[in-house]
């Protein structure tokens, strides 16, 4: 017995180093590129580089417009994805009895979450662009992303609603509470944490998609007020799109990165942002 005990100690002690070194690697990493990122291209972020728009005639580098452009398919993106993801998640583990169904539908968001962003791009110019006449625009860029965010949305959600107790369900419907009323009070408040996951996990997937946004957003560089970006034919290019045709097509390597640390800063104010809504609504429950 002592030398199992001894033996299972040392095997323990084994997998929590290699757990540890492997995080620390990881970490290590992250860190090395996000150092290198801001490390090449701080020393292009300047005023004028981030207030004005791109003009060749005038031989000036600016990316107002992909910011906003960035910001406002981020805006319409979730407007859309977070109602129909989390509404999916709750009919499927509040709702649904059938559990073939209920398989067929979760396969088929696992299936949708692998397929190759540029399969989705070529879809969404079929579909949006051309036979739905919306044109190549940010609403057309959106509704692909939407496509792609929402089998994330709902898996994040869905896990996260099996987490709630399922005490918590009986005591509210001993209580008197509807089923609607239950959920809407007392199982949606229990798994915010999962819905802001979920979307912090979308906004993720969003600002770094540039292949389907190519195809479906087009790459135009006008600055768009609100109402115009989301009416059809209103093309822009986001950021991520902007750092491909800088990296790719001029060669431009400096602004690509100048791009990149701006894409990093605009991701972590949003996650920031969406991770404090959820406290408060954490809190307000």
Request: hydrophobic share 50%; net charge positive.
């Amino acid at each position: 017995m002592d030398r199992i005990s001894s033996s299972r100690r040392v095997k323990c002690a084994v997998l929590k180093t290699l757990t540890y070194v492997s995080a620390g690697i990881i970490c290590a990493v992250l860190l090395g590129l996000v150092g290198y990122i801001i490390y090449r291209g701080a020393g292009g972020i300047s005023v004028k580089f981030l207030t004005s728009k791109p003009s060749l005639v005038r031989e000036t580098i600016g990316i107002f417009p992909n910011i906003l452009n960035t910001v406002y398919i981020i805006l319409m993106t979730l407007v859309i994805v977070l109602p129909l993801g989390v509404g999916a998640a709750v009919y499927l583990n509040e709702y649904a009895k059938n559990k073939r169904i209920i398989e067929v539908i979760e396969f088929a968001a696992e299936t949708l979450s692998g397929i190759p962003s540029i399969i989705y791009g070529l879809v969404g110019m079929l579909i949006f662009v051309q036979f739905c006449s919306i044109g190549t625009s940010l609403l057309a860029g959106a509704l692909t992303l939407v496509i792609m965010t929402l089998p994330t949305v709902i898996r994040t959600t869905q896990e996260s609603l099996k987490t709630v107790p399922e005490g918590y369900r009986e005591g509210a419907m001993a209580l008197g509470s509807e089923k609607w009323h239950m959920i809407r009070t007392v199982v949606l408040p229990s798994a915010v944490d999962g819905i802001v996951t979920g979307c912090i996990l979308a906004v993720g997937r969003i600002v770094g998609e540039s292949a389907a946004l190519l195809f479906t957003a087009g790459m135009a560089n006008e600055v768009l007020g609100l109402f115009d970006a989301v009416m059809p034919g209103s093309a822009g290019s986001t950021l991520t799109v902007a750092l491909y045709m800088y990296a790719k097509e001029r060669g431009e390597f400096d602004v690509a990165f100048a791009i990149a640390v701006i894409l990093l800063i605009l991701t972590f104010l949003i996650n920031l942002s969406a991770k404090k809504i959820g406290n408060r609504l954490k809190g307000a429950k």
